[in-house]
Structure formats: structure tokens, C-alpha cells
């Protein structure tokens, strides 16, 4: 056999060999969907620069399930949280949230409400960002980590997508993916 022949052969088979090395990898690595089969609530890429915290994950909800687009953005911060009363009062909320993420100005429309989901202290406060778009986060904690959920509408968040939001949060793959974490 040629020996120009016997490299080309041998570079064809590396080229295979790590091409499908890296499918498996995407496929055996990529994350596992946190959405139930028949739910509202699709999955989508994380859309923020890296920060000082783990990626999240992020979905989103159809305007005809939830009365207008709706995108949530979901992680777990660890150590960020009081290891006690978790996530008790605004200044709290305030603390952890990911606000900042959606833009730089934002306006709180009010006192957050208490919460409760899968055993935390949580919150849930209702924001106006500059460009008009409704945001809502929802922030718990124990174990001294903070789980935070934003969710934004490019007008409002009816009660419909709130309770879609709650469904999304207390569905098991999501309680399961949230313990993982350390949340």
C-alpha cells in the first residue's frame, strides 16, 4: 500500500473516530429536558453572558397558553441565601434576583408576596422594566442557597401565566433539577 494512501486512510478515520466522539458527547452531555410531557412551557437557550453564578435554564410559553409570549429564566445561586429564614422579606428578593440581567433600570410595582414551593422561604415581586415589559421573580432559598425564577412578558403576566409559572416550578423534573443543585 502507498504510504500517502495509508495517511489519508488514517486522517479519514481520526476525522470519523472524533466526529462521532463529539455527537455522543452532545447527545450523552446535553441537559436533560425540565419539561413534562404536555406542558405549556418549552425549553430555550440561556441568553445571558456569563456572570459570577452557574447558567441557568430557560423556557418559554406560547401567547395562546399563556395569553402573550412569556420567557422564564431559572438557577440556582449557592451560599447566596439567609441558611435560615431563606428568602423572607424584598431586601431579600432584592439580594438575589436577577433583575439586572433584564435591563439596568427596573421598578417594582409593589410589596413582593410570600410564597411557598417545594419546602422554601420564597418570594414572588412584580417589576416594570424601562422598555415597559412586566417581570416577575420568584426567589426561595434553603440549605443557605437561593433558587431564582424570573419570568417577563413584553406587556403582562396574567394570572394564567403565573399559574403556569407555578406549575413549570413545582413540576418534578424541575423540583428534582432545583435539589441537584443544592437548591
Keep these: 500500500m502507498r504510504p500517502g494512501l495509508v495517511i ?14 463529539f455527537l455522543g458527547a452532545r447527545i450523552f452531555l446535553a441537559p436533560v429536558s425540565l419539561v413534562e410531557d404536555g406542558s405549556v412551557w418549552r425549553d430555550a437557550a440561556w ?11 430557560a423556557f ?7 395569553g402573550e409570549e412569556v420567557m422564564v429564566y431559572a438557577r440556582v445561586k449557592k451560599g447566596m441565601c439567609d441558611c435560615v429564614a431563606g428568602v423572607a422579606d424584598d431586601e431579600d428578593l432584592e439580594r438575589v434576583s436577577d433583575a439586572g440581567l433584564m435591563s439596568p433600570r427596573v421598578t ?12 422554601m422561604n420564597a418570594r414572588l415581586r412584580r417589576y416594570r422594566l424601562d422598555s415597559g415589559a412586566a417581570l416577575a421573580v420568584f426567589a426561595g432559598g434553603r440549605n443557605c442557597n437561593a433558587f431564582v425564577a424570573m419570568a417577563t412578558a413584553r406587556h403582562d403576566l396574567s394570572p394564567q401565566s403565573l399559574e403556569a ?10 423540583l428534582r433539577w432545583i435539589a441537584r443543585q443544592g437548591g
Design 47 to 57: 441568553p445571558f453572558l456569563r456572570d459570577g453564578w452557574p447558567s441557568g435554564r
Design 60 to 66: 418559554r410559553c406560547d401567547a395562546a397558553a399563556c
Design 8 to 21: 489519508a486512510l488514517a486522517f479519514a478515520l481520526a476525522a470519523l473516530v472524533g466526529g462521532l466522539g
Design 165 to 174: 409559572l407555578r406549575s413549570l416550578l413545582e413540576a418534578p423534573p424541575m
Design 108 to 119: 417594582a410595582e409593589g410589596a413582593g408576596e410570600p410564597q411557598g414551593l417545594a419546602g
